[in-house]
């Protein structure tokens, strides 16, 4: 069977995405995710099954089921500003891993028509699902959010010995890998715990860069919307200077580390 | 760490002479106007041509000149900084009704003194009957008058009032020959005719005006030289003392004869560009490829060691300075048009040269470094885009683009070179183009390209088809049929047509009368004898004295007729969940929604009017319930209301939008687009050249969309049309990429009187040496894919709404308007809100 007629579910193709991975990019987010992050920005993106979300006093239907060949026409429109810019496609979540079989045809479709590939992902999954879409991904780009495995649970609801175990093994393939840690007031955000990622990034093969991303609150009316309740209300973004010190230490790791995507 | 090249220190000089240029509110002076009245009634028995040289010549040395604190490039157009002169020639009674409200309308407001008032009281009416706008108006058939002045179908009202401009005269001749090279060439011409020769008088007059021009100009400069001198010796400080003695030496010097240094070849340059600007006052006089005619001079200066980048860098930051001390004032409903005391001085910088080669060089990075330096209007910057093009110098200028003030405006050599050759300008020619005034390619220096003859907006015929051609009660379109009996889309879009084509021909006629009115009532010797082959055809540019002649009229609104017409398509003809009828009607009463602010004033006005003529007694109480119904539109039944919304609703929520990348939607805008550029190109000018479109209406979506009706696309009476070629404000919901790739599908070739695409980004979108990479690619993708011009701003939203709020913690707060940036604050309230409400590209 081809792989364009494989068929997954997502809920948004955003255009012009110039923080994560390359150039510029078009990212597919796909519906579905085994965790459940306290500050997630896309809360909308946590069930699998199709939502009604209320957006601007409207309700709005999240989520729908597409074939891999339905979606190329649109990922492939901005072709011209990948060449320039070193571009290319970006699937994120949810959580990837949980459609594996629809990640691995849609980034074989990609390869197919020339496109460099990266994924966001936390890698908590079955590392065979993980196996199955490295031959047709360029770039990894996992999130490590804390080393402690109880914290860890605390604020996601998983444990992260899968995610670390997992991510020796991405870094043993030939896919670029790049660290993420989203800064998170009250989880993560302390000089320690940076370390400690950055050195366990560090230790990784290959991985040349760990990247820290401020926690914001966009999402948080996507909770309202959703009738949930948003945990992390009381909490503020942490400040550049917050971030610069932060910077500073994740650097001592000898990666290269940057504020952002 | 950002890698930009030629990042060069601002002299302290250079904020002191912009804070002394914003000190105070511009003012109208009196002085041109005043000399040309007197030399023009000293010379009525004299050809046209030699009365406006002996014109040119009296106020060139009779006019008051001054020399600003601290400046190092001389030459002022008013004695105060940004004012502005009359040109009665052109027209002038506006001006004076518009006496008492010039100091506090909203867009472009000036200072008049009473003195001023009464001089020109006194002189203005030797004018009456004898203006350019007088010849124009009488030159053209009624008809074509009336749907300008009535019927505000399209507007030849530049041109009609003004002076053309529009124009880039060959800067390199006067650097390189001075005008006693001019002179030579002039008389050289002159010593060949015979006086038999059938048309040696007026070949003779005119060199002779070439003459008499050019010496003026000589002994203008000489003034300043004069006056330089004088200064010096009363100056105490040692410094400023030496920098007057040189500026008396460099004004003795050029532009009489050819500079020989950098300096002076920057004043001689500075001259060229404030003398085309006395002799008359047309917008958009502009210096074009300054990065390609300056080097020479620069580049000998600094191998011979007589210069540094940074003295270059000073000079051109002054000479920037002085592109913003000259101004322009307009009647008020063109200075809507051209909000935000436009001068469209484009000045160009990079692309190919005449062999096809990347001409990028020291200066066209210095040209955006000044731009950085003096963070103002002018000059309009522009940046030519091709393969070749240096990555370092797209840096360089997107970092210019990410300060906000909308400057520069990007430039495809890849489409302009072969559309510019479609109407048969040669290769060479061709790849050395330059912009004019907002958008318009032009090869420099061999062109008269009324680029500006006209703006057509392309919802009135739209409007037309609704009422079988009629506006205003009067017959003014072809009869195309009762609207509601038409049975097919096809039927429908023919119709729009042939309204539009008949109004496109009745515009061809109002833009040729006023094009023959500047031939023999304007002539311009001056500005002549800087474009090729004006000498050697021994007549002017107006009168076809030039190689190249285009008469440009621009249409705009294809993205609201595009999306109004698949509107009706879907909604009547295919789904029909709407009559025609209905259609019609909920056109009429505005989808049920009453006027706001000034249209509300406006309507009111209208309805009054009407029922006066009627022998209706208009009073205070009468007055108040028209304005009640027009602002509630509370007569309209409630279930016809509710009616009329819903199909609002319909046409927004289920319709296709151009803009958005849909294949089918944005062909169809294609369609649209041909429908005029297509219909304009059949059409040759008095000039013996031919028509060519563009598609952009400067900032007149905003003032003729007030006088549109409402649309099917949806779109409420007397709201801005959208601006440029881009997608209705608010309509593209896809993304930057998505709407350049749905703008490339227009074909823009055919449209070589430019195209304008405005984008409006956050400027964190531009954020580091990445965020510039991007946004690089972004132009270059667009570039690849064919379209012709690119333009952003980059101010958050925030901003602009404190800067509505706070105007003055903004006075100097610089946007990206259409083709032009401007003051923020000096725009009208509807044109800033217009702005505001481009859609914003994020991520």
């Not at chain 2, 009640?628 to 039944?637: G, L, N, Q, R, Y």
Request: net charge negative.
């Amino acid at each position: 069977m081809s792989v364009y007629n494989t068929k997954g579910r997502i809920f948004n193709i955003q255009r012009f995405s110039i923080h994560d991975g390359p150039g510029i990019r078009t990212i597919v987010f796909f519906k579905g995710c085994y965790m459940r992050c306290a500050w997630c920005c896309n809360p909308e993106s946590q069930e699998y099954d199709i939502q009604i979300m209320i957006e601007n006093g409207n309700d709005k239907i999240v989520g729908r089921d597409v074939t891999v060949g339905e979606l190329m026409p649109e990922l492939l429109s901005d072709m011209t500003y990948y060449r320039r810019s070193g571009g290319g496609i970006t699937l994120s979540g949810g959580e990837i891993l949980a459609q594996p079989d629809f990640a691995r045809d849609l980034l074989c479709a990609c390869k197919e028509n020339g496109l460099h590939t990266a994924v966001e992902s936390t890698g908590n999954a079955p590392f065979e699902n993980v196996e199955k879409i490295l031959p047709y991904l360029d770039l990894y780009l996992m999130d490590i959010k804390h080393m402690n495995s109880a914290k860890h649970k605390e604020y996601t609801c998983a444990p992260n010995e899968r995610i670390l175990e997992n991510a020796k093994k991405i870094a043993q393939s030939d896919v670029e890998l790049i660290i993420r840690t989203p800064v998170v007031p009250g989880f993560n955000n302390t000089e320690e715990e940076i370390r400690a990622i950055a050195q366990f990034a560090a230790s990784l093969k290959g991985v040349k860069e760990h990247h820290l991303l401020p926690y914001h609150r966009l999402g948080q009316d996507k909770y309202a919307g959703l009738d949930r309740n948003y945990a992390l209300k009381n909490i503020e973004p942490p400040s550049q200077e917050e971030m610069e010190t932060l910077l500073k230490v994740a650097q001592e790791s000898g990666l290269y580390c940057q504020i952002g995507g | 760490m950002e890698n930009i090249k030629f990042v060069l220190e601002k002299s302290a000089r250079i904020d002191k002479l912009i804070d002394d240029l914003y000190a105070k509110m511009p003012e109208i002076e009196s002085a041109r106007a005043l000399l040309i009245t007197e030399s023009y009634k000293q010379t009525e028995n004299m050809p046209t041509i030699k009365r406006r040289s002996a014109a040119f010549a009296h106020i060139l040395r009779n006019m008051p000149i001054v020399i600003r604190d601290k400046e190092l490039i001389v030459g002022s157009f008013t004695v105060g900084a940004r004012g502005c002169q009359v040109f009665p020639e052109f027209s002038y009674e506006w001006l004076v009704s518009e006496f008492e409200t010039i100091g506090t309308r909203s867009a472009d407001p000036y200072y008049i003194s009473e003195q001023t008032k009464a001089e020109l009281r006194e002189a203005l009416p030797y004018w009456k009957g004898k203006t350019n706008s007088d010849l124009a108006k009488a030159n053209m058939e009624p008809d074509a008058y009336e749907a300008f002045a009535t019927h505000n179908i399209y507007t030849p009202g530049n041109y009609f009032y003004n002076g053309v401009g529009h124009v880039n005269v060959n800067y390199k001749k006067v650097l390189e020959k001075g005008y006693h090279g001019i002179i030579s060439e002039a008389q050289a011409a002159l010593n060949k005719l015979e006086i038999t020769d059938a048309d040696y008088i007026n070949r003779s007059n005119f060199l002779c005006a070439v003459i008499e021009s050019c010496k003026a100009a000589i002994e203008f400069a000489h003034r300043y030289a004069e006056l330089a001198r004088e200064t010096a010796e009363k100056e105490s400080c040692p410094v400023r003392k030496a920098e007057l003695e040189r500026i008396a030496e460099n004004c003795m010097h050029v532009p009489e004869f050819p500079a020989s240094n950098f300096y002076e070849a920057c004043q001689s340059f500075w001259f060229i560009q404030l003398l085309i600007q006395i002799e008359s006052n047309g917008h958009s006089v502009s210096p074009g490829r300054f990065d390609q005619y300056m080097y020479p001079f620069y580049k000998k200066d600094l191998d011979a060691g007589k210069i540094t980048p940074e003295q270059a860098q000073e000079l051109i930051d002054c000479i920037w300075i002085k592109l913003n001390d000259i101004n322009k004032v307009r009647d008020w409903a063109s200075a809507e048009g051209f909000a935000g005391y436009g001068m469209f001085q484009n000045l160009i910088v990079g692309g190919q040269n005449q062999y096809g080669l990347d001409a990028t060089n020291d200066l066209s990075y210095m040209c955006i470094e000044a731009s950085m330096h003096v963070p103002l209007p002018q000059p309009s910057l522009s940046i030519r885009v091709w393969n070749g093009s240096p990555d370092s110098l797209m840096i360089k200028a997107a970092a210019l683009t990410r300060t906000g003030t909308g400057i520069p405006a990007y430039y495809n050599d890849e489409i302009i070179i072969p559309a510019i050759m479609s109407r048969g300008v040669s290769l060479e020619d061709a790849r050395d183009y330059s912009i004019i005034g907002c958008v318009e390619p032009q090869k420099g220096g061999k062109t008269d390209g009324w680029h500006d003859a006209a703006f057509f907006n392309m919802c009135r015929p739209l409007e037309l088809v609704f009422s079988n051609g009629v506006d205003k009660g009067v017959q003014i379109g072809p009869k195309t049929g009762d609207v509601t009996q038409m049975l097919t889309f096809d039927e429908f879009y023919n119709a729009y047509k042939k309204q539009q084509s008949h109004f496109i021909k009745l515009m061809v006629n109002a833009i040729n009368a006023v094009d023959l009115a500047h031939g023999e009532r304007c002539p311009l010797p001056f500005e002549s004898c800087m474009l090729d082959d004006c000498i050697g055809r021994g007549k002017s540019a107006q009168e076809g004295g030039a190689i190249y002649n285009f008469s440009g009229p621009q249409g705009f609104g294809i993205a609201n007729n595009t999306d109004a017409l698949l509107a009706v398509k879907q909604l009547v003809f295919e789904e029909e969940s709407v009559s025609m009828a209905e259609m019609r009607d909920a056109l009429k009463a505005n989808f049920g929604y009453g006027l706001t602010g000034a249209a509300a004033e406006r309507v009111t006005t209208e309805i009054a009017t009407e029922l006066a003529k009627e022998g209706i007694e208009i009073n205070d109480k009468v007055i108040r319930a028209i304005y009640d119904e027009v602002a509630t539109a509370k007569s309209i039944p409630a279930e016809k209301k509710e009616r009329y919304r819903e199909i609002k609703r319909l046409i927004e929520e289920t319709c296709p939008k151009y803009g958005n990348d849909i294949y089918e939607a944005d062909m169809f805008a294609r369609d649209v687009a041909n429908s005029y550029t297509k219909e304009v190109e059949k059409y040759k000018n008095p000039r013996g050249g031919v028509y060519q479109a563009g598609l952009y209406p400067v900032s007149a979506n905003v003032p003729l969309g007030a006088q549109t009706g409402a649309t099917p696309d949806g779109r409420l009476a007397y709201t801005p049309v959208a601006d440029g070629i881009g997608p209705a404000s608010g309509r593209d919901v896809k993304g930057p990429t998505a709407t350049a790739n749905s703008v490339a599908k227009l074909e823009q070739g055919v449209a070589s009187n430019g195209t304008l695409l405005n984008q409006k980004f956050h400027p964190s979108a531009l954020a580091g040496m990445s965020g510039l990479t991007k946004f690089v690619a972004l132009i270059r993708s667009y570039f690849d894919q064919k379209g012709m011009h690119m333009q952003f701003n980059v101010v958050s939203r925030e901003t602009l709404l404190d800067a509505q709020k706070n105007p003055e913690k903004y006075k100097t707060l610089v946007v990206r308007v259409a083709g032009y940036s401007a003051l923020f604050t000096s725009l009208s309230r509807s044109l800033q809100d217009d702005i505001i409400n481009r859609t914003e590209q994020g991520f």
